[in-house]
């Protein structure tokens, strides 16, 4: 048990810190694209963030492959990745309209996902889309 906790710690400690930093850098990279597809290219917000969308998930595929998990790129590895992208943001997306219905106020709802998207997001990518065991 204890060598579990062990593993586990040293896995949040490098893994996960590897996986947030390739996260902000893929938030960084969504938003720019929106930006310049709207206010450059006159671009509808709907179509810049879904080609924002897909180009962020290819770079971070591709950091969290290399980079985070230390595995080869194939298109089966992205296309389980995609999956498990496309599954939090339906996860994500459902937390947020359960919380208008509750009548929770928006901030504490985003608040909760902030905390929560990542951790799921991340052992959902691990173990899926990467193969990783515990």
Not at 120 to 133: N, P, W
């Amino acid at each position: 048990m204890r060598n579990i906790a062990a593993k586990l710690q040293s896995l949040l400690r490098t893994e996960f810190v590897l996986f947030c930093c390739v996260g902000v850098a893929n938030t960084i990279i969504h938003a720019s694209i929106v930006i310049g597809l709207v206010e450059v290219a006159g671009f509808r917000s709907t179509i810049a963030n879904t080609a924002a969308f897909f180009a962020a998930n290819v770079f971070s595929y591709i950091c969290n492959a290399r980079l985070t998990f230390k595995t080869a790129l194939s298109a089966r590895g992205y296309l389980r990745f995609l999956s498990s992208s496309l599954f939090v943001l339906a996860a994500t997306v459902s937390i947020a309209a359960a919380g208008e219905l509750a009548g929770v106020h928006y901030l504490v709802a985003t608040a909760c996902l902030m905390i929560v998207s990542p951790l799921s997001s991340y052992l959902l990518v691990r173990h899926f889309a990467f193969g990783k065991r515990a």
